[in-house]
């Protein structure tokens, strides 16, 4: 299937018509354990935990579509982060992008630093400032592109060599650009990490998370935590998932196309302030993104002049179309409000200098009619 073209990956990668009755779709194996000839002579399958064809299959076309050679698929995203950070030893030091999902900074400093991993985050835009930061401890280095909620565009290419001149793991999140606008291992990471439940899932119907990488000991590895810490996912999300992902390339054409309409709605309205969105040419890595990314997606985050966060409040509560949620990445329009949702768990001060203002509102723009989301917008800014 790796030569393949996207498209084609997505609908067919990892699987093969049913051997018993040539069911087109892979079938929902709900099964918690297999039946053995005697004892250890099994057809590969022991007990679910370990092994399911229809999570199988979901690895198999999540891994061909960043081309990977290894796909590994976890209960979410939090999941998939978890066994990744896993691979290291108290004493091993992680250096992260400053800008982070807030998810994974509360698992890095509630959870992983008390436990004696040590985690610094940087501003990558600036590779001078991660080497400053990298002694012998040094083991890993977190990137997350675009990030969250400012949109900020990390080289991966210079991450990449950064990582390898000082023999570090280099991680993405892949979570926001989905595998098609970009696929970091071929761009030098080691391991790619997604939660699935966004832009791959595309429903917003399942929570869910992956990994992906070429190399083989860290695949043994990460199986091993999956197996062994058990955050693995069940045989009808992964059926539902593997459903989302056949129209991943055409959702992502209208997720794109959509957020080029409304980054660019609001950035001539009067009442909007700062529009963060990579496709401006004014973006500061504009080019980056050009150069690393096939498009510029649906993810798009801006701020109101005055900076009030009631106005903030009372725009968010007056859409229609867009619906006020966490999460991203379905079809369905959402704005949300990261100072008060997904980035209250961080610090004020900290989050303040990522940019994520009391005013800051984010959109994950979805594949519904462009005119509905632009009148829905004007008529809620007011
Ligand atoms: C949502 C998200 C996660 C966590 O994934 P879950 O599936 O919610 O556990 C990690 N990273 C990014 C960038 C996300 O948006």
Redesign the pocket.
């Known amino acids: 299937m790796n030569n393949y073209k996207f498209g084609t990956k997505a609908i067919h990668a990892g699987q093969e018509p049913d051997p018993a009755t040539g069911a087109i779709m892979t079938p929902i194996y709900q099964t918690s354990t297999y039946v053995q000839e005697s004892p250890g002579k099994h057809k590969g399958y022991a007990y679910a935990r370990g092994k399911n064809p229809t999570r199988i299959a979901l690895e198999k076309c999540i891994a061909s579509l960043e081309n990977a050679k290894h796909g590994l698929c976890f209960s979410?995203?939090?999941?998939a982060?978890d066994a990744i950070i896993r691979l290291l030893r108290p004493g091993d030091e992680v250096i992260a992008t400053d800008d982070l999902?807030g998810?994974?900074y509360r698992m890095f400093t509630k959870i992983f630093a008390p436990a004696g991993i040590v985690f610094h985050f940087a501003d990558m835009h600036d590779m001078g400032s991660v080497e400053k930061l990298i002694n012998a401890k040094t083991k890993m280095l977190w990137v997350?592109t675009p990030t969250?909620p400012t949109m900020k565009i990390i080289d991966i290419v210079k991450s990449a060599a950064v990582a390898r001149a000082h023999q570090l793991l280099l991680v993405v999140?892949n979570?926001?650009a989905s595998p098609y606008l970009q696929n970091p291992l071929d761009l030098g990471a080691n391991i790619v990490?997604h939660?699935?439940?966004?832009y791959i899932g595309g429903h917003s119907d399942l929570?869910?998370?992956a990994t992906c990488t070429n190399d083989d000991a860290i695949q043994e590895q990460l199986a091993f935590i999956a197996n062994s810490c058990g955050a693995v996912p069940g045989p009808m999300d992964s059926f539902l998932a593997l459903r989302g992902v056949k129209t991943l390339h055409l959702r992502m054409e209208r997720h794109c196309s959509n957020g080029k309409a409304i980054a660019n709605f609001l950035k001539q309205h009067p009442k909007v302030d700062k529009v963060y969105w990579p496709g401006f040419p004014d973006h500061p890595n504009h080019d980056v993104a050009k150069k690393q990314m096939k498009d510029f997606g649906g993810m798009i985050s801006f701020t109101l002049k005055g900076n009030s966060m009631e106005e903030a409040f009372r725009m968010a509560s007056r859409t229609k179309v867009f619906s006020l949620a966490e999460?991203?990445g379905g079809v369905e329009s959402l704005i949300g409000h990261p100072a008060s949702m997904t980035h209250a768990s961080i610090p004020k001060e900290i989050r303040e200098k990522a940019g994520v203002v009391d005013s800051l509102l984010r959109l994950s723009v979805g594949v519904e009619d462009i005119d509905d989301l632009i009148s829905d917008l004007d008529q809620a800014i007011g």
């Open positions: 979410s995203g939090m999941g982060t999902y998810g994974s997350e969250n999140d979570t926001f990490v939660s699935v439940t966004k929570v869910m998370g999460s991203l």
